[in-house]
């Protein structure tokens, strides 16, 4: 078994990519709409201080700060279990549905907040582009978690990973 310092300290690794991947990713789209940091401004403004008209968020220093450390703590959490459950599926390989199942869960959750954001703003990110992002997290998560865990894998869906 595992030790539970290095699935944290690995979980965080992989929620700090998964998180990063997003910021990124929203990042240039918001350089390329001529907007740098409005979808950070906007969901802190809308998180935080209960902005209703996307339209009137200011972007500022203050709310890309306190999106960005909610956003990096639910990657680092979401990490955690993550790197947890796949260290349990190399013990029983059966547990990587439970890996599968959180991943889709935490896709859902995110469309879920794009449907939540377009009924009360009027310039809530588009949902495509919070599909695209969490598909970018998802990958560089899996990537980086399933060249640690590639027992779970082998065994249930046949991949294998070169070394």
Known sequence: MKPMKPIVVEGLGAGALGGGAVAGWFLLHDVIAHRPFFTPSL???VVFHGLRDGSTVTVSGRLVLEYSLLHWAVFMMFGVVAAALLAAADRQPSLLIAFVMLTCCFEVAALVLVAV???RLFEAPAWWTI???NALAAATMLIFLGRRHRR???ENRGLVWND
């Open 43 to 45: 969901l802190g403004a």
């Open 131 to 133: 599909t695209l992002a």
């Open 152 to 154: 779970a894998w082998r």
């Open 117 to 119: 954001l377009a009924e």
